[in-house]
């Protein structure tokens, strides 16, 4: 069975910094280019990011490049989003998905004062 | 980067059909855009029906369709049932980044 468990989000301040991480289980990590997703709340989807097989390879959305960065451990089956200079805005359930096949519960970053 | 764009909302009766399409502001969709389609209830992550614009995954119901029509992806529902209603997205993919469209909030009435 295909997981995928987000974790990491919660309440910052605005410029402040969170480390999204998503742990997989139940398909070939390795195997699959990864995204970020997110949604405000009462919004639609917006895509944030994805990453290549390997991690050699990434892409952002305009509205996060230079300030969000996606990693990933293919011998830990991790997946990881650091965000920095965090605006209001970029509150949201951020949710991961392999290649958008399966996709997890989501983590919600509330970027607040 | 592209704008996608869906109808708000539709209404459908119960076992009636209804075409949701999913367009470019870019130009006409094609199968190089790799559409997928999303259906979201409240409170719930998305759930994947349709990729690589007509190719079902094993838990989409028979119901749902995926083509190109007229320039734009379409997902049709034939025999929609209540638990069809739903918020729906469409996805395209562009060179170096993808993007989902605004929504289509479907009624089953």
């Known amino acids: 069975e295909v997981q995928l468990v987000e974790s990491g989000g919660g309440l910052v301040q605005p410029g402040g910094s969170l480390r999204l991480s998503c742990a997989a289980s139940?398909?070939?990590?390795?195997?699959?280019?990864m995204h970020w997703v997110r949604q405000a709340p009462g919004k639609g989807l917006v895509w944030v990011s994805r990453i290549n097989s390997d991690g050699s390879s990434t892409s952002y959305a305009d509205s996060v490049k230079g300030r969000f960065t996606i990693s990933r451990d293919n011998a830990k089956n991790t997946l990881y989003l650091q965000m920095n200079s965090l605006r209001a805005e970029d509150t949201a359930v951020y949710y991961c998905?392999?290649?958008?096949?399966?996709w997890g519960q989501g983590t919600l970053v509330t970027v607040s004062s | 980067q592209a704008v996608v764009t869906q109808e708000p909302s539709l209404t459908v009766s119960p076992g009636g059909t209804v075409t949701l399409t999913c367009g470019s502001s870019?130009?006409?969709?094609?199968?190089?855009?790799?559409p997928y389609w999303f259906q979201q209830k409240p409170g719930q992550a998305p759930r994947t029906l349709i990729y690589d614009t007509s190719n079902k995954h094993s838990w989409t119901p028979a119901r749902f369709s995926g083509s190109l029509l007229g320039g734009k992806a379409a997902l049709t529902l034939s025999g929609a049932q209540p638990e069809d209603e739903a918020e729906y997205y469409c996805l395209l993919s562009y060179s170096g980044h993808v993007v989902f469209g605004g929504g289509t909030k479907l009624t089953v009435l």
């Open positions: 998905s392999p290649d958008f096949d399966y």
């Open positions: 139940g398909f070939t990590f390795s195997s699959y280019w």
């Open positions: 870019t130009g006409a969709v094609t199968s190089g855009h790799y």
